[in-house]
């Protein structure tokens, strides 16, 4: 009987149906593409703006976004400049970042083909603009997590302008905290995109550090 604990012969609660293939000593052909955004899935947000001022409350779909520091809190997104978003992010300094549901994958697409210029996508898509605690512009009630954010540096990298912004806030709707108060993300139904196309989110694998469990 093999005995050994090493990395090799842990198991994990679901494993990927090539595994074997991954193990195997056999060259895996690849092919050379040219450069371009393969960095898939990622997430797709719902980012809202506006609000105050001239400008009326707008939503721009976004997938070009991440994580970027936990100490201050701080993420990114990537907007294009001829984006009718981008001038009022640069404006007032901020947004929300607005994490959408399947139930929300069509009205999450739209967002993103239409302009705020020419739709008030607020009154058109239904969904309901309610005040932030920290930032002037709205936040989307539907979707199951909001995040407040301020802009700190704006980086003109090319086609996208990035904006780099601290979390001053963090709103999740009351449904998925359990009764021993955990914030239970995999019950909020979340959606990925990837190479142009929309995912399901699925359960959890295994949580950080599993890979080391006794």
Known sequence: MNKKKGFANRKTQAQPAHSEKLRSSEPIAKQSWKPGNVLAPVPVVLVSCGGAGEFRPNIITISWTGTVCSDPPMLSISVRPERYSHQIIMTSGEFAVNLPSLAQTRITDWCGVVSGSQFDKFAETGLTAVPASRISCPIIMECPVN??????????????????????????SAFLIDDKGKFRIDQAGLIAYGLGHYYPLGPAIDHFGFSIRK
């Open 147 to 172: 995040i407040e954010c301020r802009v700190t540096q704006r980086l003109e990298l090319g086609s996208h302008h990035l904006f780099l912004a601290e979390v001053v806030a963090v709103q999740v």
